[in-house]
């Protein structure tokens, strides 16, 4: 099975700023690798697939980049609707998803 | 606009078989290109993907739970189903059904908490 593993487990910033997360697998997933949003109580939200297309209706200050075992998440400027839980999953050997990272508000 | 709907008992026994149906609504399962998928959430394990099924009956399982998974379809309801059996409170999670777009998940139910207790 791909491990993925997201750091930091926890980010805290303030709106406006610039928001990087990573995933790293624990082996390459070539591009095969999404993003997902996560707030209380809902379902979570597809940001991201295949490294770096953004899905239907997401801002574009949302962007994914990376490939084989490394990927970053960077949100440019953090809006107060950000503030979440962020899951990356890969599709490259069946599914998995990583631990997710919590972005705070500071 | 697609809409998905988990339903089954919120409560299931011990060693008792977990079963879930999900409803699409706005749309149909018959497509080649689309699978669609159960992923489950606990607050040990995060997000844990379970298998995934097409209208034609093709089916992948995570490794490690195959052999209690079941996932079915029945594409003239438009709906799939999920049986999870021997349960234990490890299996105590929110359940979600969801559309997978080439192993992506885009749409997603609202989610079902399945409590295992006796």
């Known amino acids: 099975e791909i491990v993925l593993t997201q750091s930091p487990a926890t980010l805290s910033l303030s709106p406006g700023q610039r928001a990087t997360l990573s995933c790293r697998a624990s082996?390459?997933?070539?591009?095969?690798l999404a993003w997902y949003q996560q707030k209380p109580g809902q379902a979570p939200r597809l940001l991201i697939y295949?490294?770096?297309n953004r899905a239907t209706g997401i801002p574009a200050r949302f962007s994914g980049s990376g490939s084989g075992t490394d990927f970053t998440l960077t949100i440019s400027s953090l809006e107060p609707e950000d503030f979440a839980v962020y899951y990356c999953?890969?599709?490259?050997?069946?599914?998995?998803f990583g631990q997710g990272t919590r972005l705070d508000i500071k | 606009h697609l809409q998905l709907q988990e339903s089954g008992p919120g409560l299931v026994k011990p060693s008792e078989t977990l079963f879930l149906t999900c409803t699409v609504a706005?749309?149909?399962?018959?497509?080649?290109?689309?699978?669609w998928g159960w992923i489950r959430q606990t607050p040990g394990k995060g997000l844990e993907w379970l298998g995934s099924?097409?209208?034609?009956?093709?089916?992948y399982h995570k490794p490690s739970l195959k052999s209690r998974v079941t996932i079915s379809v029945d594409t003239s309801k438009n709906q799939f189903f999920l049986g999870l059996n021997s349960v234990t409170a490890a299996d105590t999670a929110v359940y979600y059904c969801?559309?997978?777009?080439?192993?992506?998940?885009?749409?997603w139910g609202q989610g079902t908490l399945v409590t295992v207790s006796s």
């Open positions: 969801a559309k997978s777009f080439g192993g992506s998940f885009d749409y």
């Open positions: 706005g749309g149909s399962l018959n497509s080649d290109n689309h699978y």
């Open positions: 099924i097409s209208y034609s009956g093709d089916i």
């Open positions: 082996e390459s997933v070539s591009h095969y």
């Open positions: 295949d490294a770096s």
């Open positions: 999953q890969q599709r490259s050997n069946l599914l998995t």
